[in-house]
């Protein structure tokens, strides 16, 4: 399969880097530890905010930072494979074998995604070490919502690839999607302590259901059926975003072979 | 002989969005091109920087799509049907970011031969075998980026070859590679005709095309000046060829008689009391054995004789000002 040809090369690659590949690893055990701190600093300033997920910030951020990963993941990495494969001559290249340009750019994120799924896991694990309580809820329900999620945001991150595909650099959508969610996301903090306002804009933005859904899942074992509104309102964004994001990747793709931009940076 | 590339007014203007929106002047790349290239023979793209030779191969090999015009390559239509024209054809560049720098060429070669389709241990073979042909066995599993320019370059000719193409396009294959390596990637090329292969190859280098061309085409800005055999055009533009010759032992009334007999010689003394001679002759002309025959008679030794290759800037002109 073309897509796993893919994911061996990157392995090759990244593993080529020893120093880079063990700093990446060394770095998720530092984060961990910083919000293990933190959390042993504010449970009891933030508790009631944090009441409806159990009451722990440790765990309400850790479960935050490891949905974040794929939701920063999702926006960015179709469009940084597609600008290094630009850079780095090696698209032209690959465009010309009999492989669609969507081969390539699923193939390109695989091993980002198979990297990222092990940091979630050793996240979780090494939590779980800490004393958070994340690996006693329910795992059907947060499997349905991360591929939800992953969905949204992937066709997001689509999106953004078909900017760069015409403008090359500067990719607004990477932009304003990683500020709101930084600030509106509740990946760091409950939305329920945002401004009412704040909270109303919240509610339009798909990683809201996403984090409130895993951490329901995952801190309090919620059900499928007791999830029904996020996981909802999290299909709806899919089923729209998706088909929307892949007609703007091959207006942009055709928009590219026309103007014989495509390998260009 | 059958056709294996056709293209008809064929062109290529760009005009990105952005260009357009800022009311800039787009680019006319390609005009009106209109070639048949035979199969089995080496096509020889000519011109000099920005006339179009790249633009063409990659429309050819369907990475950019015509503004107007058709072509059709190896019975395919370049802008309908380019993914299955990229199982018929291969690309060589001289661009060296083109591969994975921290792979080494076998790995290299075994992603990309997936990407063209080829699975397990037909693949595996396909690479042993065509790291043999372009005479890297021995430095397989090296990086690329251990590797010299000219073993960069039998490598992407390596990758060209991978699907076993029909028609293989070289953009400057040879562009600053040392004369050792620059045989190796002619031998290839070579070979590959010999196999019934059909190349296109875009080159600045004249001698290059003449020794492996069938047939050219000059490039300029989008146009084909002139197309056709390069002995053919040379005789069709160019009204002399020139020789240089080398001789000693001519003494000075002998050289006065010589350049009383030729006034088209030009002689340019030595220290060592040797001359060197620059003779033109016309096309089918004698002019060239009856020096000969005079310094000889004269007493002289002729120490080399070489006919002095015209620069593809020096036809160029000839082609323009025709």
Same mark, same amino acid.
């Given at each position: 399969?073309?897509?796993?040809?893919?994911? /061996?090369?990157?392995?090759?690659?990244?593993?080529?880097?020893?120093?880079?590949?063990?700093?990446?690893?060394?770095?998720?055990?530092?984060?961990?530890?910083?919000?293990?701190? @933190?959390?042993?600093?504010?449970?009891?300033?933030?508790?009631?905010?944090?009441?409806?997920?159990?009451?722990?910030?440790?765990?309400?951020?850790?479960?935050?930072?490891?949905?974040?990963?794929?939701?920063?993941?999702?926006?960015?990495?179709?469009?940084?494979?597609?600008?290094?494969?630009?850079?780095?001559?090696?698209?032209?290249?690959?465009?010309?074998?009999?492989?669609?340009?969507?081969?390539?750019?699923?193939?390109?994120?695989?091993?980002?995604?198979?990297? &990222?799924?092990?940091?979630? #896991?050793?996240?979780?694990?090494?939590?779980?070490?800490?004393?958070?309580?994340?690996? *006693?809820?329910?795992? +059907?329900?947060? !499997?349905?919502?991360?591929?939800?999620?992953?969905?949204?945001?992937?066709?997001?991150?689509?999106?953004?690839?078909?900017?760069?595909?015409?403008?090359?650099?500067?990719?607004?959508?990477? /932009?304003?999607?990683?500020?709101?969610?930084?600030?509106?996301?509740?990946?760091?903090?409950?939305?329920?302590?945002?401004?009412?306002?704040?909270?109303?804009?919240?509610?339009?933005?798909?990683?809201?259901?996403?984090?409130?859904?895993?951490?329901? =899942?995952? #801190?309090?074992?919620?059900?499928?059926?007791?999830?029904?509104?996020?996981?909802?309102?999290?299909?709806?964004?899919?089923?729209?975003?998706?088909?929307?994001?892949?007609?703007?990747?091959?207006?942009?793709?055709?928009? =590219?072979?026309?103007?014989?931009?495509?390998?260009?940076? | 002989?059958?056709?294996?590339?056709?293209?008809?007014?064929?062109?290529?203007?760009?005009?990105?969005?952005?260009?357009?929106?800022?009311?800039?002047?787009?680019?006319?790349?390609?005009?009106?091109?209109?070639?048949?290239?035979?199969?089995?023979?080496?096509?020889? @793209?000519?011109?000099?920087?920005?006339?179009?030779?790249?633009?063409?191969?990659?429309?050819?090999?369907?990475?950019?799509?015509?503004?107007?015009?058709?072509?059709?390559?190896?019975?395919?239509?370049?802008?309908?049907?380019?993914?299955?024209?990229?199982?018929?054809?291969?690309?060589?560049?001289?661009?060296? *970011?083109?591969?994975?720098? *921290?792979? +080494? =060429?076998?790995?290299?070669?075994?992603?990309?031969?997936?990407?063209?389709?080829?699975?397990?241990?037909?693949?595996?073979?396909?690479?042993?075998?065509?790291?043999?042909?372009?005479?890297?066995?021995?430095?397989?599993?090296?990086?690329?980026?251990?590797?010299?320019?000219?073993?960069?370059? *039998?490598?992407?000719?390596?990758?060209?070859?991978?699907?076993?193409?029909?028609?293989?396009?070289?953009?400057?294959?040879?562009?600053? #590679?040392?004369?050792?390596?620059?045989?190796?990637?002619?031998?290839?090329?070579?070979?590959?005709?010999?196999?019934?292969?059909?190349?296109?190859?875009?080159?600045?280098?004249?001698?290059?095309?003449?020794?492996?061309?069938?047939?050219?085409?000059?490039?300029?800005?989008?146009?084909?000046?002139?197309?056709?055999?390069?002995?053919?055009?040379?005789?069709?533009?160019?009204?002399?060829?020139?020789?240089?010759?080398?001789?000693?032992?001519?003494?000075?009334?002998?050289?006065?008689? #010589?350049?009383?007999?030729?006034?088209?010689? $030009?002689? =340019?003394?030595?220290?060592?009391?040797?001359?060197?001679?620059?003779?033109?002759?016309?096309?089918?002309?004698?002019? !060239?054995?009856?020096?000969?025959? $005079?310094?000889?008679?004269?007493?002289?030794?002729?120490?080399?004789?070489?006919?002095?290759?015209?620069?593809?800037?020096?036809?160029? &002109?000839?082609?323009?000002?025709?």
């Amino acid at each position: 399969m073309k897509v796993l040809a893919f994911l /061996w090369r990157d392995w090759l690659i990244e593993s080529g880097y020893h120093l880079s590949f063990f700093l990446r690893w060394f770095g998720i055990l530092f984060n961990v530890f910083v919000y293990y701190f @933190l959390g042993r600093l504010m449970d009891t300033a933030v508790a009631p905010a944090l009441a409806p997920y159990g009451g722990s910030y440790f765990a309400f951020a850790l479960v935050g930072i490891a949905l974040n990963g794929y939701f920063s993941l999702g926006l960015s990495t179709f469009s940084s494979n597609l600008r290094q494969a630009q850079m780095t001559g090696t698209l032209e290249a690959m465009l010309m074998t009999p492989t669609r340009l969507s081969t390539f750019v699923i193939g390109s994120s695989l091993w980002d995604y198979v990297f &990222t799924t092990l940091n979630v #896991l050793v996240y979780l694990v090494v939590g779980a070490l800490l004393g958070a309580d994340v690996l *006693r809820g329910n795992f +059907t329900s947060a !499997l349905v919502v991360l591929v939800l999620s992953v969905i949204t945001f992937s066709a997001v991150g689509l999106f953004a690839a078909s900017v760069i595909l015409v403008t090359k650099r500067g990719d607004p959508v990477t /932009w304003v999607f990683n500020a709101v969610l930084t600030l509106l996301g509740g990946v760091f903090y409950p939305v329920e302590i945002l401004p009412g306002y704040l909270q109303r804009i919240a509610a339009f933005l798909p990683v809201t259901y996403a984090l409130r859904g895993m951490r329901l =899942a995952l #801190l309090k074992g919620y059900s499928l059926a007791a999830l029904r509104r996020e996981v909802t309102i999290l299909a709806v964004f899919a089923m729209v975003l998706a088909p929307l994001s892949l007609w703007a990747f091959r207006f942009a793709l055709d928009l =590219a072979r026309r103007e014989g931009s495509l390998a260009q940076y | 002989m059958s056709v294996a590339i056709e293209t008809f007014d064929l062109s290529k203007t760009f005009a990105p969005l952005v260009r357009q929106l800022m009311r800039r002047k787009p680019t006319v790349a390609l005009d009106g091109v209109t070639l048949k290239i035979p199969q089995g023979s080496v096509f020889g @793209l000519l011109g000099p920087n920005g006339a179009g030779k790249t633009t063409f191969i990659k429309l050819l090999c369907g990475l950019i799509l015509p503004t107007h015009g058709t072509a059709r390559v190896a019975g395919l239509d370049v802008t309908y049907e380019s993914s299955m024209l990229h199982a018929r054809v291969g690309l060589v560049t001289s661009d060296e *970011r083109s591969f994975y720098w *921290r792979l +080494t =060429a076998r790995q290299n070669l075994e992603f990309f031969a997936t990407l063209y389709n080829l699975k397990g241990r037909a693949r595996c073979e396909r690479v042993k075998e065509l790291l043999a042909h372009v005479g890297l066995s021995a430095d397989a599993d090296r990086r690329f980026s251990d590797f010299s320019s000219g073993m960069k370059q *039998r490598l992407a000719v390596a990758r060209g070859l991978l699907h076993d193409p029909d028609i293989l396009f070289l953009d400057e294959p040879t562009k600053g #590679l040392d004369p050792l390596a620059t045989q190796r990637v002619h031998g290839l090329i070579q070979d590959l005709v010999r196999r019934g292969k059909t190349v296109v190859m875009a080159t600045q280098q004249l001698h290059e095309a003449e020794d492996l061309c069938h047939r050219v085409a000059f490039f300029r800005q989008g146009h084909v000046m002139a197309e056709g055999a390069p002995a053919e055009l040379a005789a069709r533009f160019v009204d002399a060829e020139c020789y240089t010759l080398r001789v000693s032992n001519l003494g000075e009334s002998a050289l006065a008689e #010589l350049t009383a007999a030729f006034s088209s010689l $030009q002689v =340019a003394p030595h220290g060592d009391g040797s001359h060197t001679f620059t003779l033109p002759v016309a096309p089918g002309g004698d002019d !060239l054995s009856r020096v000969l025959n $005079q310094i000889v008679a004269s007493g002289g030794a002729v120490c080399d004789v070489d006919r002095v290759r015209l620069e593809l800037e020096d036809l160029f &002109t000839r082609i323009i000002q025709a």
